[in-house]
C-alpha cells in the first residue's frame, strides 16, 4: 500500500483549513497544530472525528490548545480511536478507566522513566495504537515533550542498511526498563505478567502502508540477527548486533525529524504510537507538571 496522505517531498507545507479546522503545520516533517474545534464537540460528532483522524494519519501528532473538557469527555474522545488500556505501572483514575495520571510534584521522586525517547509500551504484544494527553497543569518553563518521525527515519536510513534490517526482528522488555529499579521477586512478577514482546524491525503501518523504524529504549536485541549472512564467527553476534541496534534507536534523536511543544493548561496532544517516538523533557524539576494520557489499544504490528 502507498502512502499517499502526506504531501510530495519537497512541497511547501502551508495552513491550510479542512471544514471548520484550521491546520498549522509545525514543521514539514512531523505536527500540526488545529484550531476551531473542540475535542468535546468531537466525541459526540462523527463527520468532526473523521476529519481529526484523518489529519493524524497525515501529520502523526497533532496539537490543540484551550480544550476546556472534562475528563469524561477527555475518554469518551479517545475512546472513538478505540478501547482505552490502563498501565501496570502508573494506573488510572478509579472514575475513568484507561485514564493514567501523569502527576510530577515536590513530593514526589525526580522522574527516571520519562526521559528517553520511546514509543509507548512496545513491551505488549500488541502496543498502544495511539494515545490523547491533556496538560493540567505545567511548570511556569520547561516540561516540552518532543515527538519524532518514525516513518521519516527508516526513509533517510542509507539503503544498505535499510536492506539489513528489513528482515530483522527484535524483543522490547518492561522488565529491563520500568522492572529494573523494582526488587527482583517484583520484578519477575511483573514479566511473567508480560513477557518479553517480539516485534518487526521495520513495521508497516496498518492504515497508510509506511514503512516505520520500530526500535526504541524498550528495545533490548535482535532475535535473528545471528544467521550466516551476518556472522563470520561468533565474536561478531554481540557486538556487531548490539552497534547496529543502537544505531537504529540513535535516529529518533536526529531533530530534522521532530516537532517540539510548549505546554499551557488545557492543551493536547494526539499522536499516532505506531509511527512516532516522544519524549518528555525534564528540565523542570522541581517544578509541577500535571498531565492526563488516554491510551488507545493498538494491533499487532507486522
Not at 35 to 61: M, T, W
Amino acid at each position: 500500500m502507498e502512502h499517499t496522505l502526506a504531501p510530495p517531498e519537497g512541497a511547501p507545507v502551508r495552513a491550510h483549513n479542512r471544514g471548520s479546522i484550521h491546520v498549522e503545520p509545525l514543521t514539514c516533517t512531523i505536527g500540526a497544530e488545529l484550531s476551531g474545534v473542540n475535542l468535546g464537540d468531537a466525541a459526540r460528532d462523527d463527520d468532526l472525528f473523521d476529519e481529526i483522524r484523518s489529519l493524524l494519519l497525515q501529520y502523526k501528532v497533532l496539537f490543540l490548545r484551550d480544550q476546556d473538557i472534562t475528563r469524561g469527555e477527555h475518554v469518551a474522545f479517545a475512546e472513538r480511536f478505540g478501547a482505552l488500556e490502563d498501565h501496570p505501572v502508573a494506573g488510572s483514575d478509579p472514575e475513568h478507566p484507561g485514564l493514567v495520571r501523569i502527576y510530577k510534584d515536590p513530593a514526589g521522586p525526580a522522574e527516571q522513566y520519562e526521559g528517553a525517547l520511546h514509543t509507548d509500551a512496545t513491551w505488549r504484544e500488541c502496543p498502544p495504537m495511539g494515545a490523547v494527553l491533556r496538560c493540567i497543569e505545567g511548570p511556569p518553563v520547561g516540561g516540552d515533550t518532543i515527538w519524532v518521525n518514525m516513518a521519516e527515519a527508516y526513509r533517510r536510513l542509507p539503503e544498505n542498511i535499510r536492506t539489513t534490517v528489513r528482515g530483522l526482528r527484535a524483543r522490547h522488555s518492561i522488565e529491563a526498563t520500568f522492572g529494573a529499579a523494582m526488587p527482583q521477586e517484583q520484578r519477575h512478577a511483573l514479566k511473567a505478567r508480560f513477557p518479553d514482546a517480539e516485534h518487526p524491525v521495520v513495521r508497516v503501518h496498518p492504515e497508510t502502508g509506511e514503512e516505520i523504524l520500530f526500535v526504541n529504549a524498550f528495545t533490548t536485541h535482535f532475535v535473528n540477527y545471528h544467521t550466516p549472512g551476518n556472522v563470520r564467527f561468533g565474536q561478531d553476534f554481540a557486538p556487531g548486533a548490539s552497534l547496529l541496534l543502537n544505531y537504529l534507536i540513535s535516529q529518533a534523536a536526529i531533530p530534522e525529524y521532530q516537532v517540539r511543544w510548549r505546554w499551557t493548561p488545557n492543551s493536547v496532544a494526539i499522536w499516532d504510537n505506531r509511527s512516532t517516538q516522544h519524549y518528555a523533557v525534564q528540565d523542570y524539576w522541581p517544578a509541577v507538571r500535571r498531565m492526563e494520557r488516554a491510551g488507545i489499544v493498538g494491533d499487532r504490528p507486522f
